[in-house]
């Protein structure tokens, strides 16, 4: 009976530790879904900023206007963003190798959701059915490129 209970306890712990790795797997892709839905949320920021700033400057030029502090101002926003940005694919990057430390938790409702005029209840169900693609971290000047085509038609 002994080799039984040793069984059993040995069924018991592969149960316990398979459902611990499901567990896991599960935050993890939570966690890198909602990062890819806040990329979403800032690459549709980026883009009014740019059209902020086309706007800015052709009306400036055609008026003789000088409208550098604005287009200066528009260009830092648009700094951080992208500074975001990369911070978000290297936090992916490290959530999938396993070595994501969370600094401290970001207070979305006030830190986030106020600067990029967001709402967190939206992003979060975004990315509980947000599917995973594959997705290699690009290079900062690679990440600009590629993530911010923006289409003027």
């Given amino acids: 009976m002994s080799e039984f209970d040793d069984f059993i306890r040995g069924i018991g712990s592969d149960i316990k530790n398979a459902a611990e790795q499901v567990g896991k797997k599960a935050e993890e892709t ?3 879904s909602k990062r890819r839905a806040e990329k979403m949320k800032i690459k549709g920021h980026i883009q009014s900023l740019y059209q902020q700033l086309g706007e800015l400057t052709y ?3 055609k008026n003789g206007d000088d409208v ?6 528009l260009i830092n926003q648009l700094d951080e963003a992208f ?7 290297e936090e ?11 600094e401290e938790e970001m207070d979305w409702d006030e830190e986030y959701a106020e600067e990029y ?9 975004e990315a509980k059915a947000f599917e995973e693609p594959s997705e290699e971290v ?16």
């Avoid at 500074?83 to 694919?89: C, G, S, Y």
């Avoid at 992916?92 to 969370?102: C, E, L, M, P, Y």
């Fill in 83 to 89: 500074a975001r940005v990369e911070k978000l694919f």
């Fill in 117 to 125: 005029d967001v709402d967190v209840e939206e992003i979060i169900e």
């Fill in 68 to 73: 550098s502090e604005e287009t200066s101002a």
């Fill in 30 to 32: 939570f966690e890198i």
């Fill in 59 to 61: 009306g400036g030029l």
């Fill in 92 to 102: 992916i990057s490290a959530i999938k190798n396993g070595t994501f430390v969370r």
């Fill in 138 to 153: 690009p290079s900062e000047e690679t990440a600009k490129s590629q993530e911010f085509d923006i289409n003027i038609d």
